[in-house]
């Protein structure tokens, strides 16, 4: 059977540029796809002076299209100023590449979304972000849905899984119906706080299991 992939994609998947993980990163975000289940990690070194991306790595956990996806992007990126690597598009990603099958439109969605968040995180933890909206109930569901069951391959939410959520006082509680013992408790919690500690009104994020 041919492949429905051109040579760049294929060279790209075959040997990734900037695969792994940084240590201490200044920016991490790890996003799901909830088009497909897949997950996609992208971390950053940013100067802090000049707000440059100085380096980029990426682990997906993807498919082909997604590998290559983060290859490129991640090459696309460094260098970049935050604002501008920002604006890198998923269409960009994929032109670059010559082109994907448009059934995998968004595995670059994927990556690039994964990159945008790694990037705000960024900001977020400097204090960065210019619309400070508040931080509602609304919002925090918004964030869930990218944090994924390993297991079933959906996000928290569609997947009913978030049980409830508060937001009062600078403090949110979430309650996640599974376990605590569940095999991916711990992996689901890291991200969870991830995805809301640095919310710019949060002081405190508690995550709590159904038993
Ligand atoms: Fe999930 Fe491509 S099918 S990232």
Redesign the pocket.
Known sequence: MSSPYNETVMEHFRHPRNVGKIESPDGKATEG?P????M?SVYISVDDETKTISDVKFE?Y?????IATGSIITELAKGKTLDEAKKITWKQASDALGGLPPI?A??SV?AVEGLRAAIQNYEEKHGLIKEKKPTTPEVVQQRLRKVMDPLTGLGLVRAKLVQSVDVKDGVIHVVVDLPSSHQFASAIKGEILEKLETLWDVKEVVVDFVE
């Open positions: 796809s088009a497909c289940g897949d996609v997906s993807g498919c082909a299209s997604n995998k968004h595995c994927l």
